[in-house]
């Protein structure tokens, strides 16, 4: 701890005053307080102030965060809470040199017996030869690490073909008015091709071009938030390497964690004094979130006549999106504009689902209460789609749904705006 | 430290799942509000009023202290384990049992947050007053150990004024229900009255009855600037003269306005000499004309702006001012020592004069804001400690302040309590034989001194933070 003074000091501005427990999704499932911010916050100081150990438990409780801050958000005294819990992970891989979600992966691996009964599910087997397919620092691996999965976990076909094996460079649109870049994602590419698609449509239809470079890869977040700063600096070199293309105006990611990951970390991946750090702001400047985007192109909503049927919609905010990026009122107008279609506000839309990267991973069973209050809101609104605008939600979604055999649709914005585009 | 014998002992009570004894754990449970540190021995999430009466007996035997502990956001210590020993977390006994819309009362465990009972009771038209800043986190049981108030409490009183009658442990271990389900009882001493405020020594809280209100239909709130304290001060007289009680009567001093406009930039005049936020509430007609009569006193008594909310988005802007107090002030200095003094109504800007001049005497930062209508000020004294003999001016500055305002005819603390921080200046209140009566009534509970000790008695309170 003590290479981190800045880590530290901003862990002791916090006065102990507790607010965070009211705005704290983990605590408010668990009650116990190193489940929240002020927990971890006089745990690091003490943890630092005394040169102690990194211990198991230290490294427990720090994984039990879902970053998604709201404490920081709420703070009376402005303690960046959770930054300086990811800070101090990241401090913890650099001494003890594994991530979190790698160590559970070995766990299990060493664990044959579970290994070998995952194993045996024909489907499952199946999936895991398709993440084969998938590169070693694909943030869907840290999301879907196979071996270390609960068997409960609903888990998304792996698309037969890949986005980015099909789509790749320019795509002109006939009436061009705007060149952008598409940052698809994992989820964009390997997931759920036809999200990417949707939105290279949609582009198009606007009269934007769209440049989608073959060799982007992933954001990096989910290896970030766990604590793995190497991993995102490399993903950060290639991205910006693949956008580089004067031409460009934006860089649109259909994600908002991906959007936010890309905006607003990677220019703090980079020491100030690198000299890649200048394109790395060219390149962060430009990326912006596809609501936010859409919001722009499509000009002020109006309802209008479109296809599609009569359904109510809710909506889930992202907290990427909406507390990092500050996105929370284009994504409503959009989709309160969109034609058949009933807008049903959720309580506390703003409230994580519990997904958190690493957390799912380390705390599923956590991740799962935490999106069963989502769920519980979500029900409240009668709604028959939940809409939202990030991967990460849409996976967790998708399963917290799935645990309660609820059959309610999960989509992204994208493709609802898309759906409801006469004529495409 | 516990030996290990004990802990066992205890895993059998509770559950090894509701033990925790690593070192990180009880770091986590080392602090309250007041930022000061002690480590407990041993962390303990008991789940029945059974199991906390056999941890209490099993004290008695072994003696090992014993610390209550709700949400930890007292401001005095009352949650500090200062001589370690096994501290009770009560968060997880937070149901609400009951909800009586005819005997307008509510039966709940000491973990309910105060907010969510609240909004509970609120969705039947139903009220629960007391408003301590902290309700959001804040438990009931804490709440009713240290008897929190809040700013309605010029209208509606505090805790101690809504709690009918408790269950509680014993701190030697046997359960009893003290108090009733009706409005009117006389029938021995009135154990539920003694309870409420003591901070954790004389009983663990297991079950509280707690009376309701209706929910009044309506409010109105208003924000006024004052030239002086003095022309607020006489304007919150002439409020309660005119026979109106406001639910709230808050008010920022000059130093208070100043960080909160550097803060927000809500355009605050920053010569202001104080401000002040006032709400009334009730049947809508009434509160019309009640908070136009303010407005005309504030007007009449030289405030340079009164301005009445428009609707509940206006009044939120308004409170804005006052919630960012806290975020606010810390820009001064990184150590908030936060005194909750109390005098009559009529001595709040004679109080404020002699803080303000005891403040200069000692060199330091004060800010003062709070609740002008209850006569409970905020006195903040603003520190850093890095700076060599500060913490010492600010203590004798404290002792000062508290001097001055047992001499209005004041109390030492509103709505905090005495816990570890002000033990030291009790007997300037009570009197010596005034502290011994309690002394006595403590050890008529608790004759080992097994629960919550170092705490209000100052002989004790020496023990090291780590």
């Avoid at chain 1, 792996?158 to 994992?186: N, T, Y």
């Avoid at chain 1, 989910?222 to 991993?231: K, V």
């Avoid at chain 1, 390497?241 to 259909?254: D, G, R």
């Avoid at chain 2, 005034?434 to 919550?452: H, S, T, W, Y």
Wanted: aromatic share 6%; net charge neutral.
């Amino acid at each position: 701890m003590k290479t981190l003074p800045q880590v530290l000091d901003e862990a002791r501005k916090c006065v102990k005053c507790g607010n965070c427990l009211a705005q704290c999704p983990v605590y408010q499932e668990t009650l116990e307080e190193p489940l929240v911010a002020r927990g971890k916050l006089g745990l690091i100081e003490a943890v630092g102030e005394e040169n102690g150990d990194f211990s198991k438990r230290f490294n427990q409780i720090l994984s039990q965060c879902l970053l998604c801050g709201t404490c920081t958000e709420n703070c009376p005294n402005g303690v960046r809470a959770d930054e300086v819990i990811r800070q101090a992970r990241a401090l913890l891989v650099k001494e003890k040199g594994l991530s979190l979600p790698k160590k559970a992966i070995f766990k299990y691996l060493l664990n044959s017996e579970y290994f070998l009964s995952w194993l045996l599910k024909g489907g499952a087997s199946l999936q895991y030869l398709f993440l084969q397919r998938i590169p070693e620092e694909s943030g869907l691996r840290l999301r879907f690490p196979l071996p270390a999965l609960d068997s409960r976990r609903l888990i998304p076909p792996l698309a037969q073909d890949f986005f980015l094996d099909f789509h790749s460079g320019w795509v002109r649109a006939p009436k061009e008015i705007m060149r952008v870049g598409l940052f698809v994602g994992c989820v964009g590419n390997y997931l759920f091709p036809r999200l990417s698609r949707s939105a290279l449509d949609l582009f198009l239809h606007h009269g934007v071009s769209v440049y989608i470079p073959a060799s982007q890869r992933c954001c990096g977040l989910p290896a970030f938030g766990s604590g793995d700063e190497q991993t995102p600096l490399s993903l950060a070199r290639k991205n910006i390497e693949a956008f580089t293309e004067e031409s460009l105006e934006q860089i649109v990611a259909p994600c908002g964690s991906c959007a936010s990951m890309l905006k607003l970390d990677y220019p703090l991946l980079f020491e100030a004094s690198d000299p890649f750090q200048a394109r790395v702001l060219a390149f962060s400047s430009k990326v912006t979130d596809a609501s936010l985007f859409l919001a722009k192109l499509l000009g002020p909503p109006s309802a209008g006549n479109g296809p599609g049927k009569a359904a109510r919609l809710t909506y889930h905010d992202p907290c990427h999106l909406r507390r990092k990026l500050g996105v929370f009122r284009e994504p409503r107008n959009i989709l309160k504009a969109l034609p058949n279609l009933t807008y049903a506000e959720m309580p506390e839309a703003n409230r994580c689902c519990g997904q958190g990267g690493s957390f799912n991973l380390a705390n599923y069973d956590l991740s799962l209460q935490i999106a069963g209050r989502k769920i519980q809101a979500i029900e409240e609104t009668g709604a028959d789609i939940v809409v939202t605008a990030c991967s990460g939600c849409l996976l967790q979604l998708m399963d917290g749904l799935h645990q309660q055999g609820l059959k309610k649709e999960v989509r992204h914005l994208v493709e609802m705006v898309k759906q409801a585009t006469p004529n495409l | 430290m516990l030996e290990k014998s004990i802990s066992k002992k205890i895993w059998n009570i509770v559950g090894q799942e509701n033990v925790v004894a690593d070192k990180e754990t009880r770091i986590c449970y080392s602090y309250d509000a007041t930022n000061l540190k002690y480590l407990p021995d041993l962390v303990v999430y008991p789940t029945t009023r059974e199991q906390i009466s056999e941890i209490l007996k099993l004290a008695n035997e072994d003696r090992f202290p014993v610390i209550p502990r709700g949400a930890g956001t007292g401001f005095t210590g009352g949650t500090l384990p200062v001589e370690g020993g096994v501290l009770l977390v009560l968060t997880k006994l937070n149901k609400i049992l009951q909800i009586d819309p005819e005997n307008l009362l509510a039966v709940v465990e000491p973990g309910v947050v105060t907010f969510d009972l609240q909004k509970e009771v609120e969705k039947i038209g139903l009220f629960y007053p007391p408003d301590p800043a902290s309700l959001k986190t804040s438990t009931l049981g804490g709440n009713v150990a240290e008897c929190a108030g809040g700013p309605r409490a010029v209208k509606y009183g505090v805790t101690k004024d809504y709690v009918l009658g408790l269950e509680v442990v014993l701190p030697t271990g046997e359960i009893i229900s003290t108090g009733v389900q009706t409005v009117k009882s006389v029938v021995g001493y009135d154990l539920t009255k003694l309870l409420v405020g003591s901070e954790g020594t004389l009983g663990i809280i297991t079950k509280i009855i707690l009376r309701l209100l209706p929910l009044p239909k309506d409010k109105r709130t208003l924000l006024a600037i004052f030239p002086t304290i003095e022309t607020a001060a006489t304007t919150v007289s002439r409020i309660i003269g005119s026979r109106i009680i406001p639910t709230t009567l808050e008010f920022m001093d000059n130093a208070t306005i100043r960080c909160v406009e550097d803060y927000l930039h809500l355009g605050l005049p920053v010569e202001a000499g104080a401000l002040l936020i006032i709400e009334v509430d009730g049947v809508p007609e009434a509160i019309s004309q009640d908070i136009r009569e303010i407005q005309k006193i504030c007007l009449d008594h030289q405030a340079l702006e009164a301005k009445v909310a428009k609707d509940a988005q206006e009044a939120e802007e308004l409170w804005k001012a006052r919630r960012s107090v806290s975020p606010a002030v810390v820009k001064l200095n990184p150590t908030k020592i936060n005194e909750d003094i109390t005098v009559p109504r009529s001595k709040v800007a004679e109080i404020l004069r002699r803080v303000e001049a005891i403040a200069q005497k000692y060199n330091l930062i004060i800010v003062n804001f709070g609740h002008a209508g209850d006569g409970n000020i905020h006195v903040n004294v603003m520190i850093d400690r890095r700076r060599p003999g500060e913490e010492e001016r600010a203590h004798a500055a404290v002792k000062e302040i508290f001097a001055a305002t047992l001499e209005l005819g004041g109390t030492l603390s509103g709505e905090h309590g005495i816990g570890i921080t002000k033990a030291p200046y009790i007997s300037m209140e009570l009197g010596d034989m005034g502290l011994e009566v309690m002394k006595r009534i403590k050890k008529a509970f608790d004759p080992n001194n097994i629960l919550n000790p170092g705490k209000i008695f100052p002989d004790k309170t020496k023990a090291k933070a780590y």
